[in-house]
């Protein structure tokens, strides 16, 4: 572990939601708290932008993004609008959607992993359409950190990166480290070596770190 988890981070407290704009920001945030959880090399890395997270050097970048239904991702939109501005429309359109919502939570309708697993699929297409533009600003390592609210489902924590592995069987740039980090574990996905590791993440140093995270979107 290379983060820091202090008092002064594990008992910080936010009156208010995080704004819509944001989200985007404490996304990225988070997946580099998580790398630096897990792994010591990622110290010298940085929030940037297209890649999400680059090296010092800049010759090695990782793209962060959100594994979410683009369903249940309309319904977070409609209620962070909702908190933000007070308008009962957005709150009518996420009950409308299938959700429950009230001032301060959501629930979100239920999905199974063929939903999950579908959503992960096009993902990952959208963004390995990047690669080739990132290869000739002279980027040559590619990650991608995908960072799911919440714990998938069983057939989903299994079969994530079979996905993965099959997209890239055929592509013409490859991710060489894949993450999807959720609300217990980072798993890391190496391409190059064709292995899975999974690394559990305590649940208290993972709220810390959603924590730190919520403070570096907001301060940025």
């Known amino acids: 572990m290379s983060i820091v988890l202090t008092d002064e981070i594990r008992n910080m407290h936010f009156p208010k939601p995080l704004k819509a704009e944001e989200m985007k920001y404490y996304t990225e945030h988070f997946a ?48 962070l609008h909702f908190w933000e501005t007070g308008d009962v429309r957005y709150k009518n359109k996420a009950v409308y959607r ?14 199974d992993s063929n939903d999950e697993l579908a959503a992960l699929e096009t993902i990952f297409r ?13 980027i040559n390592t590619f990650g991608l950190v995908m960072v799911m609210d919440g714990m998938p489902l069983p057939a989903t924590a299994e079969n994530w990166a079979e996905v993965v592995r099959v ?38 140093d ?12 907001e301060n940025k």
Request: charged share 25%; glycine share 4%; aromatic share 14%.
């Open 32 to 79: 580099l708290a998580v790398l630096r959880y897990c792994f010591d090399c990622y110290d010298s890395w940085q929030a940037a932008d297209a890649p999400d997270l680059q090296s010092e050097d800049g010759h090695a970048g990782i793209e962060v993004t959100e594994l979410a239904i683009s369903l249940n991702k309309a319904i977070v939109g409609d209620c």
């Open 98 to 111: 299938g959700a429950r919502a009230g001032e301060e939570f959501y629930i979100l309708p239920s999905v």
């Open 126 to 138: 959208k963004k390995l359409s990047k690669l080739s533009t990132y290869k000739k600003r002279g």
């Open 167 to 204: 997209l890239q069987s055929d592509a013409e740039e490859r991710y060489d480290k894949v993450f999807f980090a959720y609300s217990s574990a980072l798993s890391y996905y190496n391409a190059v070596t064709d292995t899975t590791t999974n690394y559990a993440i305590d649940r208290d």
């Open 206 to 217: 993972y709220d810390a770190l959603e924590r730190y995270a919520r403070y570096m979107a």
